[in-house]
């Protein structure tokens, strides 16, 4: 059995956005608040890190503008995104 290795090593790429109430629990702690009482369960945000050839950029809260520049200046091969959806 033959096996093809590529020379050419390419990074992927993950631009990961919170919104809305889930980037606000990013901001705090788990050990030092307590966590509130769910109505509802809530997919939870994994740790994303950068390491080897996965390169993960993290935007919080961002505009419209800034979620577009940072497609264009990151030029993700995933994105990731969480956060509420909102009534309009």
């Known amino acids: ?11 992927c790429v993950i631009l990961a956005v ?4 889930f980037a606000e629990k990013q ?11 769910r109505v509802c369960p809530s997919y939870p945000f994994p740790e994303l ?3 080897g050839r996965l390169e993960v950029h993290m935007l919080i809260n961002p505009s419209v503008e800034q979620f577009r520049e940072a497609q264009q200046a990151v030029q993700p091969n995933l994105l990731y ?3 509420q959806q909102l009534d309009n």
């Open 1 to 11: 059995m033959s096996q093809i290795q590529s020379t050419s090593r390419q990074n």
């Open 18 to 21: 919170r919104c809305g109430r």
């Open 27 to 37: 901001q705090t702690p788990a050990r030092l608040a307590p966590e509130p009482k």
């Open 49 to 51: 890190v950068s390491c």
């Open 81 to 83: 995104l969480q956060g």
